[in-house]
């Protein structure tokens, strides 16, 4: 059922429970994104210079002002010093193809082990090439740079000049903007990696392209991961996670109902309106997942593509709570309350992408209508991730200085 709100619409999932026979093949079929994908993420990390659990926030003076039990934010914008989460994917799957390539065994080696002169020499001589909105390529070309190799980075149609150069400022790539949109950027890197020789690292996937964009989500299990540990008791009720293509939010959703399956959180995923095809797949309703077509125009850079990730929609399809398409003005609402906290909570630096999850929330928690469509009450305890900071340094000042 479809509701529609000034500057958000919301699709509550009515394909939502499982039957019977599903729930008995899922309990017999290993989750894909679970604890044991997580630890092994979260192992590789660890040896990275740079690895520290990012903070997760506990926001106590707005969730009693809000009336729920509480409200936390997973602040990934220090993560590696990146200023967004996505090193985690870049860095995991390049290690995972790393070891394919060069016959190692991924269980038995880590980061340390790619110090090896030898290894780095082999290492030079791969070539990866990818699409992204900015933060996906950033780790890409960090990544690169750390495991000694190099990268090719293709942004679409009017994406910042600034995330450009942010990209090969933070490692070992060249970047382009060019002038396709999203999946038609994709398209052309992969088009380059047959052609030339490269590997395509890529968080979208479609048949026959299936186990890098699965490692680069197990990547991203490790923010979920020690989410879960820093929350300790304090089990979440209600779970808001932006999309993009889905890859992060489905495989992260995934692994939160299976670590608290026994009490399930609400998840509801959240897009931009001008690029939300998770939502209008949904809407469609028959299964599939659909694209976007044309040059949809978003502030939320990092989430402004137009087509589902193939390993992840199944998931959110039959497992999220709730859809939801934002205008810009919601995540800018999210951005100026995070930069302006109530009393004595922490002031935090979002992002376009990172903060539209906190500006829907307020909305929701100020509304006793959306309340109820979101079965918030007192006891009910919110999970956030602000997916990036300030990444676009001069519309984040813009932003934050209008009202």
């Not at 709100?5 to 989750?31: C, G, M, W, Y």
């Not at 994104?33 to 520290?52: E, S, V």
Request: aromatic share 10%; charged share 20%; net charge negative.
């Amino acid at each position: 059922m479809e509701y529609h709100f000034k500057d958000f619409t919301v699709i509550q999932n009515k394909q939502k429970a499982l039957t019977t026979e599903s729930q008995h093949n899922e309990k017999r079929q290993p989750l894909l994104f679970n604890q044991h994908i997580a630890a092994d993420a979260l192992r590789l990390h660890k040896t990275i210079p740079g690895y520290w659990p990012t903070p997760l926030l506990s926001f106590n003076e707005l969730a009693e002002a809000m009336h729920v039990r509480g409200i936390y934010c997973k602040n990934e914008a220090s993560r590696f010093g990146l200023n967004a989460f996505k090193g985690l994917g870049g860095a995991y799957a390049m290690f995972r193809i790393l070891c394919e390539k060069l016959n190692l065994d991924h269980t038995a080696v880590d980061f340390r082990d790619f110090q090896d002169e030898a290894l780095r020499k082999r290492c030079a001589q791969i070539h990866f090439v990818t699409a992204t909105d900015g933060n996906h390529g950033k780790g890409v070309s960090w990544a690169a740079k750390l495991f000694g190799c190099s990268a090719s980075v293709f942004l679409p149609k009017g994406s910042a000049e600034v995330r450009r150069k942010a990209i090969e400022d933070a490692g070992n790539a060249t970047a382009e903007i060019t002038a396709l949109n999203y999946d038609q950027a994709v398209e052309h890197c992969w088009k380059l990696a047959q052609e030339k020789g490269w590997i395509l690292i890529q968080d979208t996937a479609w048949d026959g392209y299936e186990q890098y964009p699965e490692w680069i989500i197990d990547g991203y299990l490790t923010l979920a991961v020690e989410a879960a540990h820093q929350l300790e008791k304090n089990v979440p009720t209600h779970v808001f996670l932006q999309a993009g293509v889905g890859a992060m939010a489905g495989g992260v959703m995934e692994f939160l109902l299976s670590y608290y399956r026994k009490k399930p959180p609400l998840v509801s995923i959240v897009e931009p309106t001008e690029a939300a095809c998770i939502y209008q797949s949904a809407k469609i309703g028959d299964g599939q997942h659909h694209a976007i077509e044309g040059n949809p125009a978003t502030i939320m850079a990092g989430l402004n593509c137009g087509t589902p990730c193939r390993l992840t929609w199944p998931f959110l399809r039959d497992k999220a709570s709730f859809f939801c398409a934002c205008d810009d003005v919601i995540t800018e609402e999210g951005m100026r309350a995070y930069a302006n906290p109530v009393g004595g909570d922490a002031t935090v630096i979002a992002g376009e992408s990172g903060a539209v999850t906190f500006g829907l929330a307020r909305r929701i928690l100020q509304d006793d209508t959306l309340r109820r469509l979101f079965r918030i009450n007192e006891d009910s305890v919110i999970l956030l991730i602000n997916t990036e900071g300030d990444t676009d340094p001069e519309n984040y000042k813009r932003i934050i200085a209008s009202s």
